[in-house]
T-cell receptor, first 115, second 111 residues
Framework: NAGVTQTPKFQVLKTGQSMTLQCAQDMNHNSMYWYRQDPGMGLRLIYYSASEGTTDKGEVPNGYNVSRLNKREFSLRLESAAPSQTSVYFC??????????????FGPGTRLTVT | LAKTTQPISMDSYEGQEVNITCSHNNIATNDYITWYQQFPSQGPRFIIQGYKTKVTNEVASLFIPADRKSSTLSLPRVSLSDTAVYYCLVRSGGGADGLTFGKGTHLIIQP
């Protein structure tokens, strides 16, 4: 099992450009999540998908859109990148959103720089 | 209102037992407590989860008092490789509540 995979690993964008970050999991998990982590900070939730076909906003959704393409895949799109979106982006999945089964598995991250 | 509070940093030495405490005064009846570990340039990794009393696995123990307003992650006989950031989360339902990792506790282990 590959677990949670993310592409690309690194990306440099110019202000105003768009891009999509891809995430896939092979653990048959129901829930998937996108986080961003800025230097010296904890992870902040951007969007999550409790189950296939549903998506909801997290703490910092502005400037992002998501698509839960199927049970395996959850993509994050930046429509018009801004320097404030320079960050490391982590995708995660869990079997269930419930607290008692909420062990999250994280991908390796995508380092995004917006100039 | 922050759901959890942890020390920003801690230092210890190889071979020692390290205890990291997390405060969660507003924990709800259905909330579970989960701890994660993060190394530089990696995503967080699950360590342990519990609801009450004590939970132990191969890497750590989690102590939760009866009032559940705090919890303590215990790492036995730490090594240099335990230097990392440790996050405490509390969560029950399926919404976004309880999915903020905060700044965590930066644990530094010295020789």
């Amino acid at each position: 099992n590959a677990g949670v995979t993310q592409t690309p690993k690194f990306q440099v964008l110019k202000t105003g450009q768009s891009m999509t970050l891809q995430c896939a999991q092979d653990m048959n998990h129901n829930s998937m999540y996108w986080y961003r982590q800025d230097p010296g900070m904890g992870l902040r939730l951007i969007y999550y998908s409790a189950s296939e076909g549903t998506t909801d906003k997290g703490e910092v959704p502005n400037g992002y859109n998501v698509s839960r393409l199927n049970k395996r895949e959850f993509s994050l799109r930046l429509e018009s990148a801004a320097p404030s979106q320079t960050s490391v982006y982590f995708c995660a999945s869990s079997e269930s959103p419930r607290g008692d089964t909420h062990e999250q598995y994280f991908g390796p991250g995508t380092r995004l720089t917006v100039t | 209102l922050a759901k959890t509070t942890q020390p920003i940093s801690m230092d210890s030495y190889e071979g020692q037992e390290v205890n990291i405490t997390c405060s969660h005064n507003n924990i709800a009846t259905n909330d579970y407590i989960t701890w994660y570990q993060q190394f530089p340039s990696q995503g967080p990794r699950f360590i342990i989860q519990g609801y009450k009393t004590k939970v132990t696995n191969e890497v750590a123990s989690l102590f939760i008092p009866a009032d559940r307003k705090s919890s303590t992650l215990s790492l036995p006989r730490v090594s240099l490789s335990d230097t990392a950031v440790y996050y405490c989360l509390v969560r029950s339902g399926g919404g976004a509540d309880g999915l903020t990792f905060g700044k965590g506790t930066h644990l530094i282990i010295q020789p």
